[in-house]
Nanobody, 123 residues
């Protein structure tokens, strides 16, 4: 069983920066593709960014150029560096893990999820 815990959320202003962290325990972190999703008001979380164990990354169009993702396989952590935040970035951000080397944008591919951390961007 993999345990996933997010941290770093908060309330910021339009244009500010914020970094989220994800810490994983319980299994070999380096064998998992890690992703960030966010839940705004609506039915389903949307894909934000992901990093494979080999270092490949992928971003949603809405965050390209503003967000960066990095992982430290030795420390079992992944971070999401968010810049130029906009009110539409508001939501609960979830860290998720898939036991795979490939990156997926569909939430169904990720078996392990954290409890989420709230990010609120005010205009």
């Amino acid at each position: 069983q993999l345990q996933v815990v997010e941290s770093g959320g908060g309330s910021v202003q339009d244009g500010d920066s914020l970094t989220l962290s994800c810490t994983v325990s319980g299994r070999t972190f380096s064998r998992y593709t890690m992703a960030w999703f966010r839940q705004a008001p609506g039915p389903d979380p949307e894909f934000v960014a992901a990093a494979s164990w080999s270092g490949d990354t992928h971003f949603a169009e809405s965050v390209k150029g503003r967000f960066a993702v990095s992982r430290d396989n030795a420390k079992n952590t992944m971070s999401l560096q968010m810049q130029s935040l906009k009110p539409e970035d508001t939501g609960v951000y979830y860290c998720a893990a898939a036991y795979d080397s490939r990156i997926y944008v569909h939430r169904e591919r990720y078996r392990y999820w954290g409890q989420g951390t709230q990010v609120t961007v005010s205009s």
